[in-house]
């Protein structure tokens, strides 16, 4: 890609984080001046006896240009594919603006509606163990889906929203269960410790260690989008 490098580090951030090889459909996220590449794509599908199917495949365009001009429709073999603003892939919500309130929403929901079911068990007397693990399970789990794409860039609003259900957990089960801000930053860690030491990541070569050994050099950040995500996290807290 052929792009600001604060775009490409936030787009590269969240591809490496969710990323499967497993998708039920194909989606195109590209910069405004990379259309010419989708076109390659499937041109390189075509002559590898693959084809792209239109209609389970949407496109998303990141530009953060202040004066911008519509674009056409994406044809691909003459069919046109749909443009989205956002989309759902393995559970998050991705936005063209690469904010995170349509995700939030969605697991707050979903974390709120599952508090029912903890506070039903707590009527049964089940053992505090038992209610820990049911919230580790079923609760923390949605609270924590792709944590170290998106909690970095969260609002201070949607931090104390998706605290408030931990708290709320905490009451029912009468211990607090762990802070979403600690379970970010051990994930970002161990992910980043991964990564460290896998030389065909195509995140590898971000974590360049000094000539002490001990420390990675930081990473130059224009934007505050930039670095809130998640390399730029990872480096500062390996850094820490």
Not at 44 to 56: A, F, R
Not at 97 to 124: C, G, M, P, T
Request: net charge positive; aromatic share 10%.
């Amino acid at each position: 890609m052929t792009a600001p490098d604060s775009q490409l580090f936030n787009l590269l951030s969240i591809i490496t984080e969710i990323y499967s090889a497993n998708l039920p459909f194909f989606i195109i996220i590209h910069f405004r001046y990379n259309r010419e590449e989708v076109k390659e794509l499937a041109v390189w599908c075509s002559h590898h006896n693959l084809e792209l199917n239109t209609l389970k495949t949407v496109e998303m365009i990141v530009d953060f240009k202040r004066n911008t001009s519509a674009l056409s429709p994406l044809a691909i073999m003459n069919s046109t594919v749909a443009t989205v603003e956002s989309f759902r892939f393995l559970g998050t919500t991705i936005s063209q603006d690469l904010k995170w309130e349509f995700h939030i929403d969605s697991i707050v929901k979903k974390a709120q509606q599952r508090l029912y079911f903890l506070r039903q068990l707590r009527k049964f007397n089940l053992p505090q163990e038992l209610l820990m693990q049911f919230y580790s399970a079923v609760i923390e789990s949605v609270l924590c889906t792709s944590i170290t794409v998106w909690f970095g860039s969260a609002t201070k609003s949607d931090i104390r929203r998706l605290q408030r259900i931990v708290r709320t957990a905490g009451r029912i089960i009468g211990t607090s269960p762990p802070a979403l801000q600690k379970l970010y930053s051990s994930r970002v860690s161990k992910r980043a410790s991964k990564i460290i030491v896998d030389p065909s990541h195509p995140g590898h070569f971000l974590f360049e260690p000094l000539p002490s050994g001990r420390r990675y050099r930081a990473l130059s950040t224009r934007t505050a989008r930039h670095k809130k995500s998640f390399f730029p996290q990872a480096i500062y807290l390996m850094n820490s």
